[in-house]
């Protein structure tokens, strides 16, 4: 068969083969499976080198063939397991009362218990503190990811003695490669060799996930039968934790073509996720007691935790010069020209940050490039592809070709491409280009593994080859790295931020408006399904309180006007100040409906600028929820008192006071909602909090810098002190309309088939006659022209049209109409109109029978 045959074999056999279910042991232990009242299921064939006293047998008790104190430590250890993927140790046991010690791991499996026996060495018993501490202080003065791995490697060496330790380290496309190594003189370097993703089988990884710690002491030592193979039911023992489970004979095979003796590995997990390996290997047989393999598992664990920090640390860096990248860009961008205009000023910022050969900006379908681009024909060509993507999906790859064929036109000026779209409608790029960079990969031998034709057909065999193998690789740029793609995350919002700054003042009000609301309808989309989980609780919630279909209805319609209004309070004043104390009386009546009455505001109140008042609108909604879910309001007795002051310096002071709730205690572990309340002020806006867990309710204070505080306008100039009265806040009853003359037919046209049905039904219910429905501006003329209705509500907004042309017609035939819109833009549309009034989304019966005693009693005077 040639080459080219054998390297189109799927690389999957080594996948499938079921290395956890071996039926086999490593021949320096034994093991015993026992059932849940100890009687032995499996048990290897050499567990009588083991206890020669008394040998189990399948269907013994267990405790007949131990002391009776080693048999009752064993029950009580594993009783104390928390957790299925738990192993738990007993070291130095006497199991049969002979002076003889042994090393003991448990763990369950399903319905089956494992026991694994191995020798006690007494000289290799340590303190595990005592051992770690000096190996770990070593860690201490290594910041980078780089320097860490390199010490950890040199640290293991020396803990373990073995003749090479390597961290290994797997890259996304799930190759790994050595970054760090410590190893004897005389051994090659392994450092920075890469490794194809088929060395290390998918069903591998996860049982490093599940199994930390894998040891393989002697590579030519033969395997010890479990028996029996299967139980009677006809399953296999599962040795996924096992410390003893036998080895694959491919990954023998590897390893002895490698030339290795014994090997070691401990999973580095970082974020639950697999990062790497320390990889250890040694040129002959090595078996390494229990107690000094603990320190080790012990070692990596803590390492990953540093490792975990400094990775972390590496992002805060990375956000500041995001950060810093952001300033610049502003104060050179702050003109108010076009961001194409400025693509010279924008190549020259980022050269240094992020290295590209060109720079391109597709803008409101205009085309203009710098340095080694496509042209605009070639890069038209790409449109159609891109605009597949998610609208706030930043594309990077070093080969645009393999994604979009005819990027292959202008291979000889670029081929690498990172993509960062910058809105939704019309879609705009700007594009950081890259040319061809020929590369040259270093494998551990030749990446490809050789079929091999034998008696049960053809599979793959571990490479026998681990010479150094460089692959030429041609049509691809260099790399685009992590920190690369996450600064241009930051550079796309700071490039939104311009280009809403130039729209905003090039641009007409509709235009600026429609265009707003294109750029952020990403992030609006994001928000969606967090509103309408909350809904989703507030109807859930609302069960207990109501007595009848219809007083559900009217508690979960009065909670979700509720809701609205408290996003309303946000976007109200056009991003200008707005009031804390509407805040916190919105976020009342919103999440706490029903406890209103025990909520009390006194003091100043003040505007907050648009940054302070996001930021205490993510607080005080964190302290109410806190307070309705642990605190004073979650049961009948207690109650919460705000109080807001200005203290002479101009800051503005915030005490929270919580009474008469169950007592209190500080929580055990920091959350989200904590860390929002704690530190998102002091972060974000150099203010101040203080909170106190005291036993008879949550204290609180929060200062708010004087720069972000402004004198409310509609306030006294005596302080304010207002209760949250529930029964003025409840919602409206069913009005009475025996007494209200109402038009006998009302025209309907909403183009939401739900919300045209609820308005309906609410019409209907206040007594009008007949109710039309229609949902665009060509079936609502239709009716009109079929039958002049007595009054019409119109939705202003229908989808991709307005019902402008509907009001026109009403006007022209004098007939009474009002319009219906959840957008508060369009108001000021509908007021050059004839329309006799609005009613704003969402909205009640009552809201309805307001609207129509108010146009009706208008038509009534007109007459007259």
Known sequence: MSDNNANAYDLTNCDREPIHKLGKIQPFGALIAVTSDWIVAHRS?????????????????????????????????????????TQERIFGLDLQGDGRLFDIALHTQGDISIVEIEPHDKDATMDLTLALRPVMARLEGADTVSDLCNQAARQMKQLLGFDRVMVYQFHPDQSGEVVAEAREPDL????????????????????YMRNLFRIIADVNAGPVAIEPERRITGEELDLSLSTLRAVSPIHIEYLKNMGVGASLSISIVIDGKLWGLFACHHYGPRILPYSQRTVAELFSQLFSLKLQIAITDAGSRLKERGRQLHDRLMSRLAGGTELAEELATLDELL???????????????????????????????LVPALNTASISQIIHTDSLASLVPAAAEFSDKAVGALIIPVSRRPRDYI???????????TWAGNPEKPVEHGPNGERLTPRKSFEAWQQSVRGRSSVWTDEEVSIAEGLRVTLLEVIIRVTDEAMEERRRAQQQQD????ELNHRVRNILTLIRGLVSQSQADAHSVESYAEIIGSRIRALAMAHDNITREQWEAASLHDLITQEAEAYLSGKQNRVRIEG???????????????????????????????????RLEIRTEVEASGDYLIRWKEIGGPPVQPPKRKGFGSTIIERSIPFELKGDVQISYKLTGVEASFCIPAKFVSANRRQSSKNSQSALNSETKRPASKPNIRDTTLPEHVLLVEDNMIIAMDAEEALLRLGIGRVTMASGTAGALKEIEKEAPDFALLDFNLGSESSEIIAETLSELAIPFCFA??????????SGTAALGVLKKPYSDSDILKLLEQVWSATSDAAE
């Open 45 to 85: 064939t050499n567990l009588g080198e083991f206890l020669s006293n008394s040998v189990p047998n399948v269907g013994d008790r267990l405790q007949n063939h131990l002391s009776a104190s080693s048999f009752k430590k064993m029950v009580s250890t594993l009783a104390g397991s928390h957790t299925e993927d």
């Open 821 to 830: 819109t959840g957008y508060g833009e369009s108001i000021s549309k509908m």
């Open 188 to 207: 090659e370097s392994f450092l920075s060799l890469r490794y194809p993703k088929t060395d290390i089988p998918q069903q591998a990884r996860q049982l």
């Open 519 to 522: 750029l952020l309808i990403a």
């Open 604 to 638: 100043t109140d003040r505007l907050l600028a648009p940054e302070a008042y996001t930021v205490l609108a993510l607080v005080v909604h964190e302290m109410m929820t806190n307070s309705a879910k642990y605190g004073s309001l979650c049961d009948s007795a207690g």
């Open 351 to 381: 050269g240094d940050i992020i290295p590209h050969d060109g720079v391109s900006a597709f803008i409101e379908d205009s085309y203009r490039s710098r340095g080694n681009t496509p042209d605009e024909e070639q890069f038209r060509t």
């Open 431 to 441: 594009v950081l280009w890259r040319r061809e960079l020929p590369q040259t990969v």
